[in-house]
């Protein structure tokens, strides 16, 4: 049975301080990782793809993916309030046609 | 990033009457789309992957004969909820795969009473 484990929430910081989400995964095959921000009564929304070892930077929010260890984290920076949602780990299953596993989620609350 | 509409967004009905869901990419042609259902507080589950001009692969324990997919166009794939019972009340939501990353529409919420 194929994974994906995010760290357990609520996790809440203050506005302005960097919030770290974290995700580990099961199938040593996979080559795509992605993370979607979730708000309430709302559908998942694409923030960052990463597919290679190493860190991708895209605006106050990192990607850091560790294939060794099988770990996926999310690195947002200058918290905002608006950036309280819940943040979707999501494995692509390698070979299966673009299909993807989901972490449970991690809600963030950032407090003003 | 690529757009996907749902119709309707929400929709009422009565026990033991049928549902369709529409799921379609507008700026782009996706051969594959994927069929999501989420319940209150639980993240995403994966219900079948729907394939242009083929039927469509269910996951472990979906209903293929309740829920009937069917994605006739590179745009279009529909989700028929058969026989809706209360407990198919759910948030449904569809995805278009396009250059390696899926996006979301923006889903469906049944409600069955």
């Known amino acids: 049975q194929k994974e994906v484990e995010q760290n357990s929430g609520p996790l809440s910081v203050p506005e302005g301080a960097i919030a770290s989400l974290n995700c580990t995964y099961s199938?040593?095959?996979?080559?795509?990782f992605f993370w979607y921000r979730q708000y309430s009564g709302k559908s998942p929304e694409l923030i960052m793809s990463i597919y290679s070892n190493g860190d991708k930077e895209d605006g106050r929010f990192t990607a850091q993916l560790n294939k060794a260890s099988q770990y996926v984290s999310l690195l947002i920076r200058d918290s905002q309030p608006s950036d309280s949602a819940t943040y979707l780990c999501?494995?692509?299953?390698?070979?299966?046609?673009?299909?993807?596993?989901f972490g449970q989620g991690t809600e963030l609350s950032v407090k003003p | 990033g690529a757009v996907v509409s749902q119709h309707p967004s929400w929709v009422i009905c009565k026990s033991g009457t049928s549902v369709k869901i529409e799921c379609r990419s507008l700026d782009f042609q996706a051969t594959t789309m994927f069929w999501y259902r989420q319940f209150p507080k639980q993240s995403l589950m994966l219900m079948a992957t729907?394939?242009?001009?083929?039927?469509?692969?269910?996951e472990q324990g979906v209903e293929k004969d309740k829920f009937l997919i069917n994605h006739a166009s590179l745009t279009l794939s529909t989700l028929t909820v058969t026989s809706a019972h209360p407990e198919d009340s759910s948030f449904y939501i569809c995805?278009?795969?396009?250059?390696?990353?899926?996006?979301f529409g923006p889903g469906t919420r049944l409600t069955v009473t």
């Open positions: 729907s394939n242009e001009g083929s039927k469509a692969t269910y």
């Open positions: 999501a494995v692509e299953i390698y070979n299966q046609g673009g299909k993807l596993i």
């Open positions: 199938d040593r095959g996979s080559q795509s």
């Open positions: 995805s278009a795969f396009q250059s390696y990353e899926q996006y």
